[in-house]
């Protein structure tokens, strides 16, 4: 060999080949091992930068990179390198990139081009990593034998051509990373298995206390939370759903809008006591006024032409003359004219009780419980059906509407099952919170209400029992706790944990 050449790269000495290993296999949490793949690999292969990934159902994820800690998959450099792993994926084989013309599919040199853009590799290679590796000639040998699974991908990347002893060449890397591929495979194969344990987490927790420094004692230590836990079970307590809702007469009406129109006149306001058929507010139509005078004058004509009729047949034909088929028709008309006046006559009446309607009266005595009535519906214009405003009987009994969460009413309804009786509700009034009144369920809505802009819950009404009456104000804010029989006292305490775990984590 002359002096001028340059010796072709060797592989590692063995201490750095078994310090690798011995650092890809020091442990089996995931991150810890795919850290130090990528990390020790840049340092072994003399590369720019090492990514491990893998691929699930057609999709890459970036678990680990080179030189960091944490990284953002949202990058530019981390999803070039996912969508490329994902199309070499699809193929099922190794890829080699050294700027060497190559034919290769198209969505294969889709996703190269994608990362040449983002990276300035000159070399890249995504290579599988399988759990074990096949003998030699083993998937020769056996047609049609399916070889194991891929556990994930590396991707390799150089930045610079090889220059010297400390680099080795495309050919070189190819050879290392297939020594290489078989140890790293079985390194994240173990550390998968045992990610995908059961009851993982408990185990590491039962061995971390056993090697503390209390290990000998570790019993007094968990005597105290296993005794209140025990406790928590044993001891029974009373299970209350707690709800929101508010106070309201038990008699009330909505007032509607019966036709289209415009109020006119308003001669209540809020609070005003009215009794039954008392007028409340009038309204005046157009369109009514012009149907009215519409049809009074079709019937003022079709009498007028009836009459006109009536006494063209009287007069029969001139003398000397007998036309038969004259009288038939002015017979068939004059019927005409009859059914069409009847019609007429009816919508007229209709009309009138329309016009009659407009004068809006109370459906029964009561209070005005809608407020502001004078300044949201004077002289503005109504549709048929609007809601206008409410009544209540404030001197008759009241009850609470209450709105219990949709994922709390299953409680209620199972409490209902065992309970002969009505459930009692405790509820505390916004006005005096320092009072507690209890009440009654009396029904439960079947559906569930959604609101737009809050969670899904069911109306329940209770019937209200003594209360002073000053303190019994329309609408008035509440909040309620139905009585749901006894259970433990953990169940109670840890109502909203444990529906948190039957349905995120259970399910």
């Keep these: 060999m002359h002096r001028s050449e340059v010796p072709p790269p060797q592989l590692a000495p063995h201490a750095e080949w078994f310090d690798f290993l011995a650092r890809i296999h020091a442990s089996l949490d995931l991150d810890d091992v795919a850290s130090a793949i990528v990390n020790e690999l840049r340092r072994l ?19 680990a990179a080179s030189g960091q800690e944490s990284f953002d998959r949202r990058s530019n450099v981390a999803r070039a390198w996912e969508d490329f792993t994902e199309a070499v994926a699809a193929l099922g084989e190794p890829l080699w990139y050294d700027e060497t013309p190559v034919s290769r599919a198209p969505q294969i040199e889709t996703a190269l081009q994608h990362l040449l853009d983002v990276s300035p590799a000159r070399f890249c290679a995504v290579v599988p990593l399988r ?93 105290i939370p296993l005794a209140l836990v025990a406790a928590s079970l044993l001891i029974p307590a009373e299970l209350k759903i707690e709800a929101r809702g508010k106070l309201q007469p038990a008699r009330r009406r909505n007032v509607f809008a019966p036709v289209d129109g415009i109020v006119t006149s308003v001669r209540v306001r809020h609070g005003t006591d009215v009794g039954a058929e008392e007028t409340l507010l009038t309204l005046h139509s157009p369109e009514l006024d012009f149907e009215l005078t519409r049809v009074s004058g079709e019937i003022q004509t079709s009498e007028k032409r009836l009459a006109s009729v009536q006494a063209t047949r009287l007069r029969g034909s001139p003398a000397g003359t007998s036309d038969t088929s004259e009288r038939f028709r002015l017979t068939a008309e004059e019927e005409e004219m009859k059914q069409q006046l009847i019609g007429l006559r009816e919508q007229h009446a209709e009309l009138l009780r329309q ?55 299953g409680y209620v309804h199972e409490a209902q099952r065992e309970q002969k009786t009505p459930l009692e509700v405790e509820f505390v009034s916004a006005a005096a919170p320092q009072t507690t009144y209890t009440a009654q369920v009396r029904e439960t809505a079947r559906r569930s209400e959604a609101p737009v802009d809050g969670e899904a819950t069911v109306r329940v009404t209770a019937d209200i029992g003594a209360m002073p009456r000053d303190e019994l104000r329309p609408g008035a804010a509440v909040v309620a706790k139905l009585r749901c029989g006894e259970t433990s006292l953990a169940r109670s305490w840890l109502l909203d944990l444990i529906h948190v775990v039957r349905t995120q984590l259970l399910f």
């Excluded at 016009?355 to 809006?360: D, F, G, P, T």
């Excluded at 005595?365 to 404030?394: C, F, H, M, N, Y």
Aim: proline share 6%.
């Design 355 to 409: 016009r009659q309607a407009l004068v809006v009266t109370s459906p029964l005595a009561g209070q005005v419980l809608t407020w502001d009535v004078e300044q949201s519906l004077a002289a503005r214009p109504v549709r048929k059906g609007q809601l206008l405003l409410s009544i209540g009987d404030v001197a008759g009994p009241w009850e609470l509407e209450l709105l219990v969460p949709d994922d709390r009413i």
């Design 45 to 63: 292969l003399a590369c720019d930068r090492v990514g491990l990934a893998l691929v699930s159902r057609g999709r890459a994820k970036l678990i």
């Design 131 to 223: 759990a074990s590796k096949p003998a030699a000639g083993e998937a020769e040998a056996r047609p049609g034998e399916r070889l194991p699974d891929h556990v994930g991908w590396l991707i390799v990347e150089r930045f610079e051509q090889a220059s010297g002893i400390a680099t080795a060449s495309p050919a070189m890397l190819r050879e290392r990373l297939s020594m290489i591929a078989p140890h790293v495979g079985a390194a994240l194969d173990n550390s998968g298995q045992y990610e995908r344990l059961p009851l993982r987490r408990v185990g590491e927790q039962l061995r971390n206390v056993a090697r503390g420094r209390f290990a000998s004692r570790w019993w007094k230590w968990g005597a």
